[in-house]
T-cell receptor, first 111, second 115 residues
Framework: GESVGLHLPTLSVQEGDNSIINCAYS??????FIWYKQESGKGPQFIID?????DKRQGQRVTVLLNKTVKHLSLQIAATQPGDSAVYFC??????????FGAGTTVTVRA | SQTIHQWPATLVQPVGSPLSLECTVE??????LYWYRQAAGRGLQLLFY??????ISSEVPQNLSASRPQDRQFILSSKKLLLSDSGFYLC??????????????FGPGTRLTVL
């Protein structure tokens, strides 16, 4: 079946640098995408979302890019901070009430 | 504002014992409710979702069941736990939109260890 997946399972980034986390999806019917951040032992927290009629959306220090042509989603974090260390999940909504989640990328920020 | 509660936060149970995890949502009415399980270092697997009282949809065959006795209460149960039931259980809610833009808000989770 169709699913959401991530290109890399881990990402190590120097504090202050920008981070880019990638996600591939295969359901062409998906029209809403979300990035979540999950810190150790906690539930996922919403970071930013994007609808399929957009290709870019910016939040505070984060930007989500959507390329529907190649079914690719990315999350960019500017000036990465130690508090950004977490697992990041992309999720897609292509089927009514449900979200499909990728496996997650673990981001580690080096001081 | 809306809040979601889960308890207990952690639980250690022997194989074959029953299970009851509870999730409650405050500050919203008629939410969609979800139970997920997360294995260590893995993604989220949807177990059940509910769009109303007494309405439960199961996503995967398993040793667990869910119930929604009240609008903002969602319970995950098992009659006899298996070792494979160990994991991090997350409850989530969303605004009932019928379709799309279905942002889900997660609870703090319950860490279940079956020995």
């Amino acid at each position: 079946g169709e699913s959401v997946g991530l290109h890399l399972p881990t990402l190590s980034v120097q504090e202050g640098d920008n981070s880019i986390i990638n996600c591939a999806y295969s359901n062409s019917a998906s029209d809403y995408f979300i990035w979540y951040k999950q810190e150790s032992g906690k539930g996922p927290q919403f970071i930013i979302d994007i609808r399929s009629n957009m290709d870019k959306r910016q939040g505070q220090r984060v930007t989500v890019l959507l390329n529907k042509t190649v079914k690719h989603l990315s999350l960019q974090i500017a000036a990465t901070q130690p508090g950004d260390s977490a697992v990041y999940f992309c999720a897609e909504n292509g089927n009514d009430y449900k979200l499909s989640f990728g496996a997650g990328t673990t981001v580690t920020v080096r001081a | 504002s809306q809040t979601i509660h889960q308890w207990p936060a952690t639980l250690v149970q022997p194989v074959g014992s029953p299970l009851s995890l509870e999730c409650t949502v405050e500050g919203t009415s008629n939410p969609n409710l979800y139970w997920y399980r997360q294995a260590a270092g893995r993604g989220l697997q949807l177990l059940f979702y509910s769009v109303g009282i007494g309405q439960i949809s199961s996503e995967v065959p398993q040793n667990l069941s869910a119930s929604r006795p009240q609008d903002r209460q969602f319970i995950l149960s098992s009659k006899k736990l298996l070792l494979s039931d160990s994991g991090f259980y997350l409850c989530a809610w969303s605004v009932p939109s019928g379709r799309v833009y279905n942002e889900q808000f997660f609870g703090p989770g319950t860490r279940l260890t079956v020995l």
